[in-house]
């Protein structure tokens, strides 16, 4: 199937044949002819599979045939929530990407920034806004964000927003949306909290499935490496000595973990950042930045402030800790082997972290593969 086979028009084909997209993911074909048809969506998916072209390329069409064309009269016609900064960066980035034919306008904002930049491109008008819950609802009480207009609404990583506590802002928002409109709704799983939100907001939804949660990508190699939590950095930094990890995203449990195992890494001389929620925003992207263009051969990041990371070419995910969900698991390692490379996932596990070790494999139903021949065994 190709993205013609979609009924895309011409301006994003154009634009998808610019990113060197040759043919859709099973989430883009299964959900782009509903949501053209007009169509409330529930899509189960994790990052990863497309998801954001999934909604941005059928939206953009929508609005593209709209006339909206007026600048002087612009009001947001599609209004899209993420749970985190990262992750509504990046989805502007599609939508600049997909859109970059199209002459339709879209901002961004979140927290953890001054407002007046977000401020001064609501006041000259979007038809798409992308915004983090607490900052839009922030914003609207302040009297810049109109919500009256919107006639596309996406839910991206639902299940992610509720886990971060955004369920009180979240029904702010919906609150001051007008009641006709198409919602398109993402979340990568399907716990009943999340049923529960999602059929207070869906008409006659379509139902998209894509790689359950549980499942791990097969082109991921994974490996685990027993070792005394002590040890942990210095295994780290002995790997880290085999010149084919090109790049690592590495996860810790805490914000100071992370920065500890920096700390560690640039002693040796690796180049490594940080990146968590007790840094600025500024020097998040910076650290992100450094990582995409190579700059930057290990990033350090709890699963909060990685939520939405998007790497591609990433060759090594590691777990400096084990996480305590199964899921978060299945989330980070799908960090690699994306878009079908192949990726190996590491994981450093102490006796503590034996239990967590056994629900990741209950879960993903496979064995992990032991690597016995290391220095700290
Ligand atoms: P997402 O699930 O939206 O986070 O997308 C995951 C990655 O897949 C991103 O790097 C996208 O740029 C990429 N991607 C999305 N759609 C396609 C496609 N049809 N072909 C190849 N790569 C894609």
């Not at 883009?28 to 899509?43: N, R, V, Y």
């Not at 199209?102 to 038809?127: C, E, N, P, W, Y």
């Not at 690592?248 to 500890?260: E, N």
């Amino acid at each position: 199937m190709s993205f013609n086979d979609l009924r895309l028009i011409k301006p994003l084909i154009l634009a998808l044949e610019k990113k060197g997209y040759s043919q859709p993911t099973p989430i883009q074909q299964q959900s782009i002819p509903h949501i053209l048809e007009g169509k409330d969506l529930f899509g189960c998916a994790q990052t990863g599979t497309g998801k954001t072209a999934a909604f941005a390329l059928p939206v953009l069409q929508l609005l593209s045939q709209k006339k909206l064309n007026n600048p002087s009269n612009r009001s947001i016609k599609a209004l899209i929530l993420a749970p985190t900064r990262e992750l509504a960066l990046q989805i502007s980035q599609s939508i600049s990407d997909y859109g970059r034919n199209l002459g339709i306008s879209h901002t961004t904002i979140f927290g953890g920034v001054g407002q007046k930049a977000q401020t001064m491109a609501l006041q000259r008008g979007v038809d798409i806004l992308v915004a983090t819950p607490g900052r839009l609802l922030d914003l609207m009480n302040q009297g810049f964000v109109k919500l009256n207009n919107v006639e596309h609404f996406i839910l991206d990583e639902a299940d992610r927003m509720l886990d971060m506590g955004f369920i009180n802002d979240l029904r702010k928002v919906i609150a001051k949306l007008p009641a006709k409109k198409q919602t398109l709704f993402f979340s990568a799983t399907v716990a009943p909290d999340i049923m529960k939100l999602a059929n207070t907001l869906l008409v006659n939804p379509v139902s998209v499935s894509v790689t359950p949660v549980s499942s791990t990508a097969e082109l991921i190699h994974q490996s685990v490496y027993f070792v005394k939590k002590e040890n942990k950095r210095s295994l780290l930094n002995h790997l880290l000595l085999d010149n084919t990890i090109h790049n690592a995203l590495v996860f810790t449990r805490t914000k100071h973990g992370a920065d500890k195992v920096v700390k560690e890494l640039i002693k040796t001389g690796i180049k490594a950042e940080a990146i968590h929620g007790n840094k600025s925003q500024s020097a998040r992207e910076r650290a992100l930045k450094g990582f995409k263009n190579s700059q930057i051969r290990v990033l350090v990041a709890t699963d909060i402030a990685s939520r939405g990371i998007d790497i591609d070419k990433l060759s090594h995910v590691i777990n400096f800790e084990i996480p305590e969900q199964a899921e978060t698991y299945v989330h980070r390692i799908g960090r690699t082997g994306r878009a079908g490379a192949s990726g190996k996932a590491l994981s450093f596990c102490a006796r503590e972290e034996m239990n967590y070790l056994k629900d990741i494999q209950k879960l993903t139903k496979k064995n992990i593969e032991v690597v016995n021949a290391h220095p700290f065994s």
